[in-house]
């Protein structure tokens, strides 16, 4: 995610990523941050609040929500394919908004 998605699209305005840390405190996030060089926005999420809107199992969850809010991609844990494919499909809309201009 650090390289493929966040350095390779976070200059777009176009663009917003932030992960969401299950379970997981403002004071846990940061060390494993750090210790693994990741620079991309990530929210606490402890009590599991934002989680439960999304599912009830399977981590991680990646989810690509176009302009006008829709869900364009969505996938549950981690799949080679699926990650290419939705890499093609955040450039594929940051390509129309290009356009767009």
Do not use: C, H
């Amino acid at each position: 995610m650090e390289r493929e998605i966040w350095q390779k699209f976070k200059t777009s305005p176009d663009f917003l990523m932030v992960a969401i840390a299950r379970e997981q405190t403002e004071d846990e996030i940061a060390p494993f941050m750090k210790q693994n060089r990741l620079t991309f926005p990530v929210a606490p999420d402890p009590e599991r609040e934002v989680y439960r809107l999304f599912g009830n199992g399977g981590i991680p969850r990646s989810y690509v929500v176009g302009r006008d809010g829709r869900i364009l991609f969505q996938s549950v844990g981690y799949d080679e394919g699926d990650f290419s494919k939705m890499k093609s499909v955040i450039a594929r809309e940051l390509a129309k908004g290009q356009k767009a201009q």
